[in-house]
């Protein structure tokens, strides 16, 4: 943000560049990974890691939430576990006699749904409702949550033992689905020879609460040109019209995607998007939200073949200059 609000961007860019400094010295080598996950967070969004085991999946969800001041809890999802233990429970109790509320682990700032998939369908429902209405209903009585609330999730491909996949409504409420990847030969390198530190050691935090809701507000005051704009709804268009998908997105995918493109040109240093910004996000937020054709399939994991198709699409449309 080089144009406007000069004093908060100059305060902002400051603190940008600690973020982003602390979060590369946890994951090497993947800054494209880093500015994502920075403007999934402040896009208000909430976050899907996948990928294979042992990739830094947990570390960038857990450094990600450490360097906001806030609340954090960490929920480790297995088989067995019930929405209860997301959600909490209603209990009596014998010395008052009467019905108590114990609120779980969704009641913070920042979640960590560890391994998510593995989870049954029911538990990972529960959090549909805290996601996407920022509330939890136990036994009729609906329960605020703290602001800000993020879901920071981690999962392993569906194709590995004792995951379950992800419904469409869950994926949907996720903002961005990413995948960090190995890292290159000289990235690799650092993080064979480094000494482990523990985590607390190498994140602090950079951003209060308070803070970053009112980075938030000035994210969404980001320009967005109205050429922009027709090129997010074409793109949305032709999702929707391609052979290959059997859903395209919908309208809140289209908004998805313009809130995040505000919050990347945020992270880049502008109170304005390009469409370059656009091309860089469509796969993260879209990727996920639409559905492949069971023929195209065949030779690729659905979320691979969704990546190619989008990719194809990109090509088609025309980007504004």
């Not at 982003?20 to 896009?43: F, Y």
């Not at 004792?162 to 409504?169: D, I, N």
């Amino acid at each position: 943000m080089v144009h406007r609000n000069a004093v908060d961007s100059a305060v902002w860019l400051s603190r940008l560049s600690e973020v982003e400094a602390a979060l590369g010295r946890v994951i090497r080598g993947k800054a494209e990974v880093i500015r994502l996950s920075l403007a999934c967070l402040l896009a208000r969004g909430h976050l899907l890691i996948e990928d294979v085991p042992g990739v830094g999946k947990t570390t960038l969800a857990q450094a990600l939430a450490r360097i906001v001041d806030a609340k954090f809890h960490r929920v480790q999802f297995t088989s067995d576990m019930l929405p209860s233990d997301v959600v909490g429970v209603t209990i009596y109790n014998a010395h008052t006699q009467e019905f108590e509320f114990k609120p779980g682990p969704v009641f913070t700032n920042f979640l960590l749904a560890d391994e998510i998939n593995r989870a049954t369908p029911k538990t990972q429902s529960a959090l549909l409702e805290a996601m996407n209405e920022l509330q939890v209903t136990v036994d009729g009585q609906s329960y605020p949550l703290a602001q800000p609330f993020m879901v920071i999730a981690t999962q392993n491909p569906v194709e590995h033992h004792g995951a379950y996949p992800l419904p469409e409504s869950q994926l949907d409420r996720f903002l961005m689905r990413i995948r960090i990847g190995y890292p290159d030969a000289a990235s690799e390198r650092e993080i064979v020879r480094q000494k482990a530190a523990p985590l607390p050691e190498v994140v602090l935090p950079v951003i209060a609460g308070a803070d970053l809701a009112g980075l938030q507000d000035t994210v969404a005051r980001v320009a967005v040109d109205e050429s922009i704009v027709d090129y997010m709804l074409e793109i949305v268009e032709r999702t929707r019209a391609h052979e290959s998908l059997a859903m395209g997105v919908s309208p809140r995918g289209a908004q998805m995607l313009y809130r995040a493109t505000q919050a990347l040109a945020a992270v880049e240093g502008r109170d304005y998007a390009t469409p370059d910004d656009v091309k860089r996000l469509a796969l993260p937020v879209f990727a996920h939200r639409v559905a492949v054709n069971s023929r195209v399939i065949l030779a690729q994991r659905p979320v691979e073949a969704a990546e190619r198709v989008l990719t194809e699409i990109l090509t088609m449309v025309d980007v504004p200059l």
